[in-house]
């Protein structure tokens, strides 16, 4: 019974800690409107020093979960590769169909960014599994 209860408000400091942080994701956002790069493809950027967990500690708005995104690139103006490393916010609908989302990126990163000839587009996108370990939390506590 006391384990219960000990897990119960556990639980609940964990779900009111998530919802006090300080930055958000959009603070070291590397892409927006599906493709456009918030800096030169020029160089190589890096928002999120930490990688995944740089991410996973940001606020993102509701109904989205905060992931690093890593995306390498060729500009053939420049003929060299670059990467950019940041976050972005994942629906959960998007994270289920995670492989067709990221095609979808890396194709629409290719379109907008013609003028700058960027080519060989590679997006990774890890979201430290953060909707399968808050499903999880939930359930249990369900069942406890």
Do not use: P
């Amino acid at each position: 019974m006391h384990t219960k209860i000990i897990f119960q408000i556990f639980f609940v400091l964990m779900l009111v800690s998530n919802t006090y942080k300080a930055y958000v994701c959009d603070d070291k956002q590397v892409i927006y409107d599906y493709g456009r790069f918030t800096k030169s493809t020029y160089g190589d950027y890096k928002f999120a020093y930490h990688g995944v967990s740089s991410c996973a500690a940001l606020n993102s708005d509701e109904y989205t979960s905060c992931c690093y995104i890593k995306v390498k690139f060729k500009n053939e103006v420049a003929d060299e590769k670059f990467t950019h490393r940041g976050c972005i916010q994942i629906t959960f609908d998007q994270w289920a169909k995670i492989d067709s989302y990221i095609t979808e990126l890396e194709n629409n990163i290719a379109s907008y960014n013609k003028d700058n000839n960027i080519t060989k587009v590679d997006v990774d996108i890890d979201c430290n599994s953060k909707f399968i370990k808050l499903t999880g939390l939930i359930l249990l506590a369900f069942l406890l």
